[in-house]
């Protein structure tokens, strides 16, 4: 078996204005400035904490904790009144390309908790798509590789038979540690130079140059 294994957040939906209304809801919450959205987009993948942190060096631990919760809040208040972040056109037809080849499984490795992360699969109708599930919880943020080792463990998938898909330096960090491919794609948060800097095996266009890519590898 080979593993694919696909961060959601700048990979599979375009979630770029609901998390920058949520940071700077949060930001607002805890009395602090509004951020650029460039900023807020430059540290999507980590896990909301260590966002946060890294966001805001230079403010006290409480505001921090302020922003974090109000970023939540955002969240919940969305999600409650109907929004959801469109899948980006060609993903679906990608996991299902995927999922009709014999020796392929599905995951994900997002920073999200796992409630926005069933949020989101439900609603786009991709519960049942994915054999492993790793998101923020019980997990140190990317790009630690702990959700990549938990995703071989639970699939029985070794390194060498997995890649990670994803926007992010963190993503293609965290494939990196694991001794996972990392295929980048050109459509996220990420400029593609800083992608491969980070160790990308190659950054796809669009989807259905990745969905080709992924195949090819599959046939390895």
Wanted: overall charge negative; charged content about 20%; proline content about 7%.
């Amino acid at each position: 078996m080979k593993l694919v294994i696909f961060d959601i957040d700048g990979t599979l939906v375009d979630s770029q204005q609901e998390i920058t209304q949520a940071m700077n809801r949060g930001m607002s919450a805890a009395g602090l400035p509004e951020l650029e959205p460039a900023r807020i987009l430059s540290i999507v993948g980590l896990s909301l904490p260590v966002a946060v942190e890294r966001l805001l060096p230079e403010v006290a631990a409480d505001l921090q904790r302020r922003v974090v919760a109000g970023y939540r809040e955002s969240f919940i208040a969305a999600r409650a009144a109907g929004a959801l972040p469109p899948l980006y056109p060609g993903a679906l037809d990608c996991l299902e390309a995927l999922a009709s080849l014999d020796r392929v499984v599905l995951g994900i490795a997002t920073g999200k908790p796992a409630r926005g992360l069933a949020a989101i699969l439900d609603a786009h109708g991709l519960t049942g798509r994915f054999t492993t599930r790793q998101s923020a919880d019980g997990h140190p943020s990317k790009p630690h590789p702990a959700m990549l080792h938990s995703a071989l463990a639970e699939t029985g998938v070794p390194a060498a038979r997995a890649v990670m898909v994803g926007d992010s330096t963190f993503d293609m960090e965290m494939a990196r540690s694991a001794g996972v491919a990392g295929f980048g794609v050109g459509w996220g948060f990420c400029p593609a130079a800083e992608l491969q800097a980070a160790g990308a095996r190659l950054v796809a266009p669009d989807y259905p140059a990745l969905t080709g890519a992924l195949k090819e590898w599959a046939d390895e």
